[in-house]
């Protein structure tokens, strides 16, 4: 059985980092072609953040957190993670995982970041991690 579960968030100031971690249950992160991190803030439609294509370990960024956030994967441990540094006040939200395992492209797999619309090829979500960023 699949299962996603979030954790590293918390509250910091801003310019402080964090590091969340996406444990996964059932399959490796080997067994995915496609996971991501996704944020939503109140008030706003969730958004994309990173990806991380991992047949090849090939990645892609948002421009509002690239050279900021890392996205990066351990098959090993069967995690993924998002390394958050210098964070500011809005990168305040629920952020979440998300995982497929059916075939996707990796064209596929980055145009999951580009809005709602193209979100719902991901079958697996977990259930977040808060971040608070304070000024």
């Known amino acids: 059985q699949v299962q996603l579960v979030e954790s590293g968030g918390g509250s910091v100031e801003a310019g402080g980092s964090l590091r969340l971690s996406c444990t996964v249950s059932g399959y490796t992160v080997s067994n995915y072609y496609c996971m991501g991190w996704f944020r939503q803030a109140p008030g706003k439609e969730r958004e994309g953040v990173a990806a991380i294509y991992p047949l090849n370990g090939r990645t892609d960024i948002v421009d509002s957190v690239k050279g900021r956030f890392t996205i990066s994967q351990d098959s090993a441990k069967s995690a993924l993670y998002l390394e958050m540094n210098n964070l500011k006040p809005e990168d305040s939200a629920m952020y979440y995982c998300?995982?497929?395992?059916?075939?996707?492209?990796?064209?596929?797999?980055?145009?999951?970041?580009?809005?709602?619309?193209?979100?719902?090829?991901?079958?697996?979500w977990g259930q977040g991690t808060q971040v608070t960023v304070s000024s």
């Open positions: 998300a995982a497929r395992l059916l075939y996707y492209t990796w064209q596929a797999c980055v145009n999951t970041l580009r809005g709602p619309t193209t979100q719902g090829g991901f079958g697996y």
